[in-house]
Nanobody, 127 residues
């Protein structure tokens, strides 16, 4: 399985950040994985943001729940992150990843929990 993030590298404050992860080598409808968005701000650790299951069910970090949405396009084998009302504090490297669909994977910030990662995409929030 390979994952590839895409999207703008620069977003203005108060706008919506939108990133897409294209998955190669396996269907995102599989029940085996959670398809996950994780970010890493400069100088900080990994932060689990949310995930979408093969069924289409979504899971979000509680502190982001009012601003985050994860959706998918099964015809393109892609899942998408939208984060509204961004601020400079949302500047980070954003990753998509997949890990086994179990309770250990949900809300887990540890790199080793996830089986596959995208290369990451830098998003800067600045006017």
């Amino acid at each position: 399985v390979q994952l590839q993030e895409s999207g703008p590298g620069l977003v203005k404050p108060s706008q919506t950040l939108s990133l897409t992860c294209t998955v190669f080598g396996g269907p995102i409808t599989t029940d085996y994985y959670y398809w996950t968005w994780i970010r890493q701000p400069p100088g900080k650790g990994l932060e689990w943001m949310g995930a979408i299951a093969g069924s289409g069910s979504t899971y979000y970090k509680p502190s982001l729940k009012s601003r985050i949405s994860i959706s998918r396009d099964t015809s393109k084998n892609q899942f998408t992150l939208q984060l509204s009302t961004v601020t400079p504090e949302n500047t980070a490297m954003y990753y998509c990843a997949c890990g086994e669909a179990n309770t250990i994977t949900l809300a887990n910030n540890k790199r080793e929990v996830y089986d596959y990662w995208g290369q990451g995409t830098q998003v800067t929030v600045s006017s």
